[in-house]
């Protein structure tokens, strides 16, 4: 009954459509990501962060039934904007550009590229590891389509839709783990080991180029 209560609370209500209601949604978002960053999830309340907003509580309950529901909220948005990234960076992919192309959307996983990192770890550990990961249902799978092309378009000899199953669970494996569990390991280095296990793994040359330790 615990687990589903949680996930009914991370469930938002209604849907903003008008500008006004619009902009009151983005400032609760934005209060949010400071409070959660500044107190701790513990800490923050729907009270906390209507104030910080300049809202009442009662607006913000119109939108959200919890925090938990904006913090679903701030993941997917980040989420949706990692898909993009990673479209962009992989639209033009061959067999050449693979290796670098990939250190890059490593690099910027692991450094949350587009959200605060304390943010990030903070919505990895209240979203992703408890029952609310039910509301971000389908991230993976959009990203599995988009490394399908990419391996078909550099013509990997590996099964297409397999390798992309494997790499984007992976991937995100060790990102979650690293922000939450070991940021000490969040360098260079790994980003150059996760680098080589992902071009080998689809046949490339295994011995991708390193990046340069101190840039």
């Not at 993976?140 to 984007?168: C, G, M």
């Not at 969040?186 to 840039?215: H, I, K, M, Q, S």
């Amino acid at each position: 009954m615990a687990v589903m209560a949680k996930a009914a609370r991370a469930a938002a209500r209604k849907i903003p459509k008008q500008e006004r209601s619009l902009a009151m949604v983005e400032a609760l978002l934005e209060a949010a990501a400071r409070v959660f960053v500044k107190e701790g999830y513990a800490k923050a309340t729907t009270n906390r962060i209507a104030a910080a907003a300049g809202v009442s509580v009662g607006s913000l309950y119109q939108y959200f039934p919890s925090k938990d529901a904006i913090a679903v909220e701030l993941l997917r948005r980040y989420r949706d904007g990692l898909v993009a990234l990673v479209a962009a960076r992989l639209a033009e992919v061959d067999r050449e550009s693979f290796a670098p192309i990939v250190r890059g959307l490593l690099c910027d996983l692991l450094q949350a590229e587009g959200i605060n990192p304390a943010l990030h770890r903070v919505l990895i550990e209240q979203v992703l590891r408890t029952s609310a990961r039910r509301e971000m249902l389908g991230f993976e799978e959009r990203l599995e389509a988009v490394i399908v092309d990419a391996l078909r378009a550099s013509r990997a000899e590996v099964d297409h839709e397999l390798a992309a199953f494997v790499l984007v669970r992976v991937a995100l494996a060790v990102v979650q783990s690293v922000v939450v569990d070991r940021p000490k390991l969040n360098t260079p280095e790994l980003v150059d080991e996760l680098t080589r296990l992902v071009v080998g793994y689809v046949g490339f040359d295994a011995a991708a180029p390193r990046r340069a330790r101190g840039r």
